[in-house]
């Protein structure tokens, strides 16, 4: 009988993560980035989650991509910046800190997520004004 339900127990514990999702976990239709809250939900994977490994370096991918995009404009002829980067940030700082700005402006979500990072740059690292 013992053996029964030992068999039972790891049956249940093998088979209910099949039919139970976790609310937290990072739904695969985010990578496609339609929005804002697409991409924090990405940046806000936890470790435990599935997706985990695939949504952060998502995430750092895009944040590395937007800013070198920037820096290549920064080359060009009449372009002012439109943020600058302290020299002391990191990378997992900024990306903590867009996190943070966006769950405080929940109005943001179904914005365009450029729009919404350019916002959070402009705001969070303003370049300082050149002394003419």
């Known amino acids: 009988m013992k053996l029964i339900q030992s068999f ?5 514990m093998v088979i ?3 039919f139970v999702e976790p609310a937290w ?3 695969p239709v985010d990578f496609q980035i339609r929005n804002n809250a697409d991409l924090v939900a ?3 994977a936890q470790p435990n989650e599935p997706n985990y490994v ?3 370096h998502f995430c ?3 944040g590395v991509g937007f800013s070198r995009y920037h820096e290549a404009l920064k080359e060009g002829k009449g372009f002012e910046p439109l943020f600058c ?4 940030v990191t990378r997992t700082q900024a990306l903590t800190e867009y996190v943070s700005y966006s769950k405080a402006h929940p109005e943001y979500d179904k914005e365009s997520v450029g729009d919404v990072v350019i916002k959070f740059l402009v705001e969070s690292y303003p370049c300082k004004a050149k002394v003419k």
């Open 8 to 12: 039972c127990c790891y049956g249940l």
């Open 16 to 18: 209910a993560p099949i």
């Open 25 to 27: 976990a990072v739904d």
């Open 42 to 44: 990405l940046c806000s």
């Open 54 to 56: 695939a949504a952060i």
């Open 60 to 62: 750092h991918g895009f």
């Open 85 to 88: 980067f302290p020299e002391t």
